[in-house]
């Protein structure tokens, strides 16, 4: 059962362990996953902790529903301060490990202190020791799995690693499980670094009991048909999220060069079909029916053999077209790169995408970047500033701190060119012409995040009837227009605090399709597995109480309304190419301002992003912190 | 059931289900099918056991606790003739036996009465509850395809 599932506070500093049982109270008001995070966070960082310090806390949270076959119900979701932006760090990541530390008995972990020396967690059956890493520190992240598997002679045990970016203490290096799967975002991998924290290898076999488990598996068939009945998942099913491009690039809405263009010419062979020369099949993450990966082998080439999985349409924008490479094979050498050193694919191609501008503006020259020539389109440099960045050599170790240390170093200007938000870099889409996606990475709590709100289905032109039933309120249905864009992304933001606090799959909700399982759904799906009730009024509730949290922790933080800014470039350059729906486009500033103020209205913020006293009292935040856990 | 492993992407659904099915619990130990990978190499082959024709597990049982079932075709146990010696699950080269490591117990598929979960769950079509023939067609429609592809390769060389 869910009840029975504890919370573990693991202090590295001195090595120990205390194991609680999680109230009631805590699942009532925050499920799990990212809600609970959000409240660990709160409740146990002091404001102003550096990240890198033993005293932030590093937390690891399965979703409310962790283990159901359904949804890709295998989410974790991990956060700590990040030392990417020193605001929420936050990243959400699939494949087998929560379902896995569940089995094990656990629902949360919090980590605090700093082992004297490299060390990783061995979670079993209810036990967690802390082992040493020494002989680990140094090795990849797939062989760091690998021995770790091996050591314990157990195939099927999952870990979450870092590899020697996080080792490293790059501010973006990300958190991995299995080939593919990263906690990505906000430098969580460099948090687990700097307390010589290696890995955490969990294996479990405690049942997982569920309040109605007959009518459960009968409702979890029902979902994953549902699901399945969507274009977006049978396409996605065998192209993966590069789908997305095809229509992207054709349109003009994807960064390239960094911002000087909006779509990349001659980009055919990065087009999805052209993995099938590389693809033997796809893979899914645990409980899901999409399976939006491609295992792929690469047999030619420096760096052959490879086998890797995915690459995502994000890969395909920070090494393709915002640097400017046209060919898939440059895509997957450095996705497989960036797995391999634990890197954030995102944050490394929006670096390496900055640093070329600059150098084509001559604002950084070959004496700045140690001899190398940032040209666009040089795969090499691609590949070499990669492995710079990773191991903090030569002018990597300048952008491995990410971007607003690299800009106060660099100076001249170099921040115009930046593409980024409260420090994290933006995807390589290009939000000029959508101000629904343009509002959603300026108010993301994490940063530039698309994945805090995207209604990419405002791309589909619904008609406006459809868009009010279910954003309960008027929206345009032109994606060029600012009208309801506010409701838009607000509805989205809750919509995704719930689907990442009961730990299912965000495609796997409305991203891409209106008819796919949403908050009716998931209140159904918590009573049949919990026995709890939420109604769709609660579940929205709770959604606010999340992102309301996140947002006075961010405050506290020293965050204000103008942090939720968009780069100077999205309101100065109108977009130079695409089909005519996407061409001569720019953010109105004054328009942006007007959405940001009806966007503060939907979450009771005042004007200035403060949330009300009386917002904080309804949605019981009022005496935080409380310390149930 | 057949079970065609280059469908299988992975995702345990199959081991959940027949756990939640039979257990009434979410707990792949518990689960009469196991998905048997080799991640690194993005290689997945679903563990079942095939309902031999000739069972070895039926041979090898002291007490006679392992029967076919004559409208499903499944091999089963009867626990309450069933001692627990387990040599079912060691004699067994599929591996279609698994030992519950709580209740001491041996798990095997029963084919859940004839509607197999895993399979009805089984949306990539890794695992297929189907007739003989029909399996037996599906592939060699599915090599026949290999062979007109390389006729085609051969055809097209110079």
């Known amino acids: ?629 | 059931m057949f079970i065609d492993p280059e469908k299988c992407t992975g995702c345990r659904i199959c081991e959940t289900a027949c756990s939640l099915h039979h257990e009434k619990v979410c707990n792949p130990a518990l689960a009469r099918i196991h998905v048997a990978k080799w991640e690194t190499a993005g290689l997945y082959i679903p563990v079942v056991c095939v309902q031999c024709e000739s069972p070895i597990c039926q041979t090898v049982c002291p007490v006679r606790a392992i029967n076919r079932d004559e409208k499903t075709g499944a091999v089963q146990i009867d626990y309450n003739v069933c001692v627990g010696c387990r040599l079912c699950a060691l004699y067994c080269p599929f591996a279609g036996a698994q030992i519950d490591a709580e209740k001491g117990r041996v798990l095997k598929c029963d084919l859940c009465g004839g509607e197999p979960v895993c399979a009805k769950f089984c949306d990539p079509k890794a695992l297929q509850f189907v007739k003989a023939t029909t399996a037996n067609m599906r592939k060699q429609r599915a090599a026949a395809q290999r062979f007109s592809e390389l006729m085609k390769k051969l055809l097209s060389t110079p």
Request: one cysteine or more.
């Open chain 1, 1 to 629: 059962m869910v009840w029975n599932r504890k919370i573990a506070y693991i202090d590295l500093s001195s090595g120990k362990v205390v194991q609680k049982p999680i109230p009631k109270e805590v699942r009532q008001l925050y499920l799990g996953g990212r809600g609970v995070d959000m409240y660990l966070l709160y409740n146990h960082l002091k404001p102003k902790t550096d990240p890198l310090s033993p005293k932030n806390v590093l937390l690891v949270g399965a979703g409310l529903l962790g283990g159901i076959p359904c949804l890709g119900s295998g989410r974790c979701d991990i956060a700590a301060r990040s030392p990417l932006t020193g605001a929420v760090g936050d990243s959400n990541v699939g494949g087998f490990f929560a379902p896995e530390l569940r089995l094990a008995g656990f629902d949360n972990l919090v980590i605090s202190g700093r082992a004297e020396k490299p060390v990783y967690l061995w979670i079993e059956d209810g036990e967690i020791t802390v082992k040493d890493a020494s002989y680990l520190w140094g090795k990849d992240t797939f062989e760091t799995q690998t021995l770790i598997r091996d050591d314990h002679d157990d195939q099927d045990l999952k870990c979450l690693v870092i590899g020697v970016a996080g080792e490293n203490l790059v501010r973006f290096a990300n958190i991995r499980t299995g080939m593919k799967n990263s906690a990505g975002r906000t430098g969580m991998g460099a948090v687990m670094g700097s307390k010589n924290l290696k890995a955490i290898a969990v294996r479990g076999t405690k049942s997982l009991e569920f309040a109605h488990p007959e009518e459960l598996l009968d409702y979890c068939k029902e979902m994953n048909e549902m699901i399945m009945n969507t274009r977006w998942a049978k396409a996605q099913s065998r192209w993966g999220t590069m789908i997305i491009y095809s229509n992207t690039n054709t349109t003009g809405l994807i960064r390239t060069k960094n911002f000087q263009l909006n779509r990349l010419e001659e980009g055919q062979d990065l087009e999805p079909e052209n993995i099938d020369r590389y693809s033997f099949g796809t893979a899914g993450c645990y409980g899901c029916v999409v399976h939006c990966r491609h295992r792929y082998v690469l047999r030619e080439g420096p760096y052959a053999p490879i086998y890797g999985e995915g690459p995502e349409y994000t890969s395909l924008g920070a090494f393709g077209t915002m640097v400017d490479c046209k060919k898939m094979e440059t895509i997957l050498v450095a996705n497989h790169l960036v797995n391999k050193y634990g890197l954030d694919t995102l944050e490394t191609g929006g670096l390496i995408a900055w640093a070329m501008e600059l150098y084509e503006k001559g604002i950084l020259d070959q004496k700045q970047t140690d001899g190398l020539k940032l040209e666009w389109g040089d795969e090499n440099v691609v590949f070499e500033l990669i492995r710079q960045i990773a191991t903090r050599e030569g002018f990597g170790n300048l952008l491995a701190d990410g971007f607003r240390n690299a800009i106060a170093k660099i100076g001249k200007g170099s921040e115009y060119y930046a593409i980024e938000i409260k420090g994290m870099s933006n995807l390589h889409s290009d939000e000029r012409p959508t101000p629904s996606f343009a509002l959603g990475i300026a108010t993301a709590t994490r940063g530039a995040d698309h994945l805090r709100s995207r209604p990419a289905i405002d791309m589909y032109g619904l008609p406006e009837e459809l868009l009010r039933e279910v954003y309960e309120g008027p929206v345009a249905s032109d994606y060029t227009s600012y009208e309801g864009k506010s409701r838009m992304v607000w509805w989205q933001e809750l919509l995704y605090a719930i689907t990442d606090s009961i730990g299912i799959c965000k495609f796997q909700t409305v991203f891409c399709a209106l008819h796919a399982p949403k908050w009716d759904e998931f209140s159904k799906l918590i009573r049949l597995a919990t026995g709890m009730e939420f109604s769709k009024a609660q579940l929205m509730e709770t959604g606010e109480r999340i992102y309301t949290l996140e947002r006075l922790f961010n405050m506290r933080e020293g965050f204000t309304r103008k942090d939720d800014a968009l780069p100077e470039r999205y309101f100065k350059e109108p977009t130079p190419i695409g089909l005519p729906i996407a061409q001569g486009k720019k953010i109105d500033k004054e328009q942006f301002e007007r959405m940001l103020n009806e966007y503060y209205a939907l979450h009771k913020w005042d004007q200035n992003g403060e949330p009300r006293k009386e917002t904080i009292e309804r949605l019981r935040l009022d005496k935080e912190p409380t310390h149930m856990i």
